[in-house]
């Protein structure tokens, strides 16, 4: 016979034992419900980017129901994390170094001369972008005339973004104060805020040929004590936007490394069907090789007018 007591005991033993099987399977179920909508919210954010690569610029709003921050891989930046989930893209993202559920993305049309890729720039109402300097930083930030106007060659109003002649100390300790992360662009100006450190804090030096257009635009970033070219209004944009410019910059040259060596090959095969013309020297300039910001611009127009040449010599051009 069973003590009374020792019943008890062994009932509260099962009991517990019960109770803890179930709890744990109710958490199973909630960190696997959670990794689902992780999964299925990263899938989305990659198809919205799929989505618009077939169309210009365009910027539209993203909020997703996850807890966690969003993020793009530090390392390789081939990849969107949402918690422990990871899914591989293959766009050119430029973003801080996080964001949370509630953002924007903007789609640009890349071309340099002929079309590569889009470039996306995302970022949440959270970060600041400060842009200090002269006329070109004033362009950078979208204004708006009474009629609703704006100048399009600018970032987007949907994101927070100032611009300063000038800054101090004071304005940024103000700035860090409201916004989880401030980041701020010194375009062909000096960067007098090297002695300030807050985690909330970045900044971003630029050098520019003041940016004449679209393409005729290139210099140097410096970021993250590292300098990168940037050539293109396109590459500027994400200097502004980017925690990480030298991992998506790579990402960039990757995507025009491909899509050159198509048209190299396309040139290569018109050479030997189309008689009375000549290849060669397009050929020539897709094999040179750039690094700086104005031997990228200076092979971009290069490759342009010898494009041109051979429509107007009647020819068919490569791209």
């Known amino acids: 016979m069973i003590s009374p007591v020792f019943k008890y005991i062994f009932i509260g033993i099962v ?6 099987f179930f709890v744990r399977f109710a958490f199973k179920q909630v960190e696997t419900s959670d990794t ?3 999964f299925t919210e990263v899938r989305t954010f990659e198809d919205m980017l799929i989505s618009f690569s077939i169309s210009g610029e365009s910027v539209t709003p993203a909020n997703f129901n996850t807890k966690d921050k969003l993020s793009l891989d530090p390392f390789s930046c081939d990849s969107l994390i949402a918690g422990d989930t990871r899914l591989k893209t293959s766009k050119v993202i430029f973003s801080p170094a996080e964001f949370n559920s509630d953002f924007y993305i903007w789609s640009v049309d890349w071309k340099y001369p002929y079309k590569i890729t889009n470039l996306f720039y995302v970022s949440d109402k959270e970060t600041m972008f400060v842009l200090v300097g002269g ?15 704006s100048n399009r060659d600018s970032i987007p109003d949907v994101f927070s973004v100032d611009y300063q002649k000038q800054i101090d100390e004071n304005y940024v300790n103000g ?10 662009i010194f375009v062909d100006g000096t960067n007098n805020i090297k002695n300030v450190k807050n985690d909330k804090l970045e900044v971003v030096e630029v050098k520019t040929n003041k940016c004449k257009d679209e393409t005729n635009c290139f210099g140097s970033v410096v970021a993250n004590g590292k300098e990168y070219a940037f050539f293109s209004r396109a590459l500027l944009y994400g200097a502004v936007f980017s925690s990480n410019y030298g991992c998506s910059y790579k990402r960039a040259l990757s995507a025009m490394s491909v899509v050159s060596g198509v048209y190299y090959s396309k040139a290569g095969e018109l050479s030997t069907k189309v008689t009375g013309c000549d290849y060669s020297n397009l050929r020539s300039i897709f094999l040179q090789k750039a690094k700086t910001g104005s031997e990228f611009f200076d092979r971009a127009t290069k490759l342009d007018n010898a494009n041109k040449k051979l429509r107007e010599e009647d020819c068919e051009t490569v791209f």
């Open 175 to 184: 700035l860090t104060e409201k916004y989880n992360k401030v980041r701020i």
């Open 135 to 149: 006329d070109l930083a004033k362009s950078l930030k979208r204004v708006r005339d009474n009629q609703g106007n």
């Open 15 to 20: 009991g517990v034992i019960i109770l803890s």
């Open 36 to 38: 689902i909508t992780e």
